[in-house]
């Protein structure tokens, strides 16, 4: 059924900057790698083209193990000191290996130009200089979105039920030391019949 109104004109959603360069940015990264590689193997040859690759490979695989492998005892340290009732110290290594992680990928990806920026990564000193970056943003965009946007949102989706109904109610904690219930007078009770 119509009304008789004309429809609004088609009008495609107006991409981002993000998104229409990012593809182009991918495109001129491979352009570049491609082009310094086989520079690299028309002076050296391809075998030494091979080897580097190779050993980027491998490399990067080291570094993403042994990255991982200090991630996973940092988390169990942190599980453990929960279960013996302490607070979990906030760990400095976890955006060290993050950036860790990251440069064995970059390592372990074909081409000069990823090896190099993987190495480059692996520098503690770049490093602690990029955790600290990203860690000043993080704050400002916290800081910058104000109270009640990230910190309520699990405290909202718990008292909203799918519905849009708030449930009312009230918290009983476990731990709290509860205070001994007092008896109630419930007035006279009927006699029991038999």
Do not use: C
Not at 81 to 90: I, K, T, Y
Not at 119 to 147: D, H, Q, W, Y
Not at 155 to 169: M, S, Y
């Amino acid at each position: 059924m119509t009304t008789g109104t004309p429809s609004p004109p088609f009008r495609p959603a107006s991409r981002s900057k993000l998104r229409r360069y990012v593809p182009l940015g991918i495109a001129a990264w491979m352009v570049l790698e491609i082009w310094l590689l086989t520079q690299v193997a028309s002076a050296w040859g391809g075998f030494t083209v091979f080897l580097l690759l190779t050993a980027g490979l491998v490399l990067g695989g080291v570094v993403i193990k042994r990255a991982g492998r200090r991630a996973f005892k940092g988390w169990t340290e942190q599980l453990q000191q929960v279960q013996r009732g302490e607070m979990p110290e906030r760990s400095e290594r976890a955006g060290g290996n993050a950036l860790t992680m990251i440069a064995g990928l970059l390592l372990m990806l074909p081409g000069l130009v990823s090896d190099g920026l993987g190495l480059l990564l692996l520098l503690p000193p770049v490093r602690g200089l990029l955790t600290k970056r990203v860690e000043r943003s993080m704050e400002r965009r916290i800081r910058k979105a104000g109270p009640g946007t990230f910190e309520n949102a699990f405290q909202q989706a718990r008292i909203h039920r799918p519905d849009g109904k708030v449930v009312q109610g009230e918290v009983i904690r476990d731990d709290a030391p509860s205070a001994p219930e007092e008896p109630r007078d419930q007035g006279p009770r009927p006699p029991l019949t038999g």
